[in-house]
């Protein structure tokens, strides 16, 4: 844990899982059940989605119908472009319909959406600007999906580089980081196609940059999704919510912990902090009656 004594505001990363994506409801419902406020929210990916909707204001029952439509087929758009095979076009109308054409520095939660250069290899975090383009490049998975041009760089999938986007939160202001991991238990579901070929290829590489990037995280939230598809969920998204629900609905605790402990901590800090002040008069004193005493005898 990093020590934040001034600030108990949680900061919450939502990573990328394509379908399983759906999970993060559950994750966003345990939240609110339990009354604990997110002050700043990132995603990547689907987290990215998931994320912008939240921090527009869109309330878990309306993020949960837009789940039941969150497959592959519905969010493409076939092209004969040489760099993919798909467009992001689907998802960018499926942003405005839903949310307006929009900036992110408008959302209601601080939002940051990571995505990554694929000129140049840098990560790329959004944190203001078109909020449709930076949900399209970071759900852009390379070799399926064009790049989506913005901010004059040739951006991709943000998981790439970090798909539990927890660097962004603690500059935004969190004192206590809270990382969801789609691909919690590092098994890959049997490709049944292509698309699942590649996508396995992908997690994999990434999963082991996620390991030593979790560490940062005060709190992990690993889910086992390994028996859910990438692709679609539609059928399943009840019990997938639930998946995300649980596990974090079994965190809660070491949440409010984690909140009340910086408080004791900034009490004892701003205990030490005040006490040095006192010492060298409590000292001068103390120096003065020895003296006086020695006077006297």
Known sequence: MKWNPFNTKIGLALGGGAAKGIAHIGVLKAFEEESVAISYISGTSVGALVASYYAFGKPIDQ??????TLNLKSMVNFTFAKRGIFT???????VHRDL????IEDAHIPLAICTTDIE???QVIFKKGDLAAAVCASMAVPGLFVPVEAAGRTLVDGGIIENVPISPLEPMGAGIVVGIDLNGVKAYS??????????????????LNTREQLKNADIKVPLDLS??????????????ILEGYRPMKAKMKEIVRYQRTNTIHYLIKAFLELVPLK??????HATTKLSQLKRLR
């Open 63 to 68: 993020i949960t119908a837009i789940g039941e």
């Open 88 to 94: 992001t076009n689907a998802i960018r109308a499926m």
């Open 100 to 103: 307006g054409d929009v900036n």
């Open 120 to 122: 140049t290899g840098e």
């Open 190 to 207: 049997p490709p049944q196609d292509v698309l699942d070929v590649v996508s396995n290829a992908i997690n994999i590489g990434m999963d």
């Open 227 to 240: 028996h859910y598809s990438r692709t679609n969920n539609a059928e399943r998204v009840p019990e997938l």
């Open 279 to 284: 010492i060298p008069e409590l000292i001068k």
